[in-house]
């Protein structure tokens, strides 16, 4: 039988969302009527308000202020069950962080167990294991901070000296995201020149593509000079095309120098098919990979996810990877949720469905350019006619 609090706070946020969902169509019904600055509250109220009262100005928040014309633009995502169930999980957190220690501490156990377990197994990722985290790149961060941890033996101690004495590299594609290395340095305390942008092929191959010999004799070149080649960030889709890296090489010669390669791009997603392709597959090497789901899934309000193997857990408590706090395990829940909710073949159904509209467009995108090719050498060629008529 269910808990009557936890059926309580479900039809709650069912309530909650019904409320806000509804909210644009009756600004649609009521397009004449204009919110007043009034709905917007100044001094917090003494005697408070009733949850339909909060939830109004929230949608009136949300709707109130908008211009006329602007409004129509302004619709409130329609998140569906199972963004129902990502969104409870929030509040479910809330819920268990009051349990008593023990009880609180074998549930979120059992949480993060489960989810780490589906999640590895769904991405054919072996004996790894997980982070949450809000920020995307939060996931890679901590990773750089065990890999320095594990490099640097003296660091915990020495922290910054033992930096200067053998400067860390961490290598990343010239097509990675904007503003990755920077991000990377200013939260590690590195200086940019620790940052290492490797090109892509120009000549031959992907334009989008790591140029591998050119990052093997830039890592000789720094190891010669004094430098330890610390970490490589690889794509499996970069953000501006979707090409992969070729993994295979990369994780050779990460194993040459002792480096650590981190994988991180769309086309992870594709690993929970059941075909994959040679270069994609080949991530499920790596030392870490960090999965969006909640784009890849359209689930609202979930973590991101760094899968990462390493043997040592003092080092991986060190760097933030793990907590001893039950609470911050809870950040994976809404996963919890949503990937019971979906079912095995409900998540491979959503990619494999993403992955085929991708496919479509990218047949539209070469008919598209062949037409534009055509008419380009029809247009050369009536030019080269007129100028041989005259």
């Not at 479910?92 to 008593?100: F, G, M, N, T």
């Not at 610390?230 to 794509?235: D, G, I, T």
């Not at 991986?316 to 609470?327: D, E, I, K, R």
Request: aromatic share 6%.
């Amino acid at each position: 039988m269910v808990d009557p609090t936890l059926a309580e706070m479900g039809k709650n946020l069912n309530e909650a969302m019904k409320m806000l969902e509804d909210s644009q169509r009756k600004a649609e019904e009521e397009n004449e009527k204009k919110y007043a600055r009034k709905d917007i509250p100044g001094p917090l109220q003494g005697s408070g308000q009733d949850m339909v009262s909060i939830l109004q100005l929230v949608q009136n928040l949300m709707h109130g202020e908008e211009e006329e014309e602007a409004s129509q633009a302004c619709r409130l995502q329609n998140v569906g069950e199972q963004g129902h169930m990502a969104l409870l999980g929030h509040s479910l957190a809330a819920y268990i962080s009051v349990l008593d220690r023990e009880r609180l501490r074998k549930l979120t156990t059992r949480i993060l167990s489960d989810t780490t377990l589906w999640l590895c197994r769904l991405f054919r990722y072996e004996n790894g294991s997980a982070y949450y985290h809000e920020d995307d790149r939060e996931g890679l961060l901590k990773i750089c901070r065990l890999v320095i941890h594990t490099r640097y033996e003296d660091y915990t101690i020495e922290g910054f000296n033992v930096l200067y004495t053998k400067q860390p590299v961490i290598y990343i594609s010239s097509a990675a995201r904007t503003g990755l290395g920077q991000a990377l340095c200013n939260q590690l305390g590195l200086p940019l020149s620790c940052m290492c942008r490797v090109p892509c092929n120009t000549m031959f191959g992907s334009q989008h593509q790591m140029d591998v010999a050119l990052l093997d004799r830039v890592i000789k070149d720094d190891v010669e000079s004094g430098k330890l080649p610390l970490l490589l960030v690889a794509n499996a889709g970069t953000p501006g095309a979707g090409h992969t890296d070729k993994l295979g090489r990369l994780k050779e010669l990460c194993e040459q120098y002792n480096m650590w390669l981190h994988v991180e791009g769309v086309n992870l997603a594709t690993l929970a098919l059941g075909y994959v392709s040679s270069s994609v597959l080949a991530a499920t090497k790596c030392d870490s990979m960090t999965l969006t789901l909640g784009s890849w899934l359209g689930l609202p309000a979930v973590p991101a996810v760094t899968l990462y193997r390493h043997e040592d857990p003092s080092l991986s408590l060190a760097a933030g990877l793990t907590s001893s706090q039950p609470v911050e395990k809870l950040r994976a829940l809404p996963l919890w949720l949503s990937l019971q909710y979906l079912g095995h073949d409900g998540i491979v159904e959503r990619i494999k469905h993403a992955s085929q509209l991708v496919q479509h467009l990218e047949k539209i995108q070469r008919r598209a350019k062949r037409k534009w090719e055509v008419s380009i050498i029809v247009s050369e060629e009536a030019i080269g006619t007129k100028d041989l008529k005259e």
